[in-house]
């Protein structure tokens, strides 16, 4: 059974930073586009961070870009959004998802909590 599992969430002050970590097992996510998505209480689920299968296209929401940053080990099957001054807006919970286009093979982790608040 494929899993995708979210770590590095946490309470943080506003200004703070937080790493989080997306792990993957048995799949291997060489050929597999990840986002970070995010779902505050009320709100739809938004892409915040995405990174090409090759690492070497990422994208990011206005609302964090300069803040937020993702990136990925394939050789140690992890993918990682560095996220940097840290606003309350930014309280979700945070899940990673991976895309294989070519046969449109899509999975979800649970999901970690973020909240920044002083």
């Known amino acids: 059974q494929v899993q995708l599992v979210e770590s590095g969430g946490g309470l943080v002050q506003p200004g703070g930073s937080l790493r989080l970590s997306c792990v993957a097992s048995p799949l291997t996510l060489d050929y597999y586009a990840i986002g970070w998505f995010r779902q505050a209480p009320g709100k739809e689920r938004e892409l915040v961070a995405g990174i090409s299968s090759s690492g070497g296209v990422t994208t990011y929401a206005d609302s964090v870009k300069g803040r937020f940053r993702i990136s990925r080990d394939d050789a140690k099957n992890t993918v990682y959004l560095q996220m940097n001054s840290l606003k309350s807006e930014d309280t979700a919970v945070y899940y990673c998802?991976?895309?294989?286009?070519?046969?449109?093979?899509?999975?979800w982790g649970q999901g970690t909590q973020v909240t920044v608040s002083s």
């Open positions: 998802n991976a895309y294989r286009g070519w046969d449109s093979r899509d999975y």
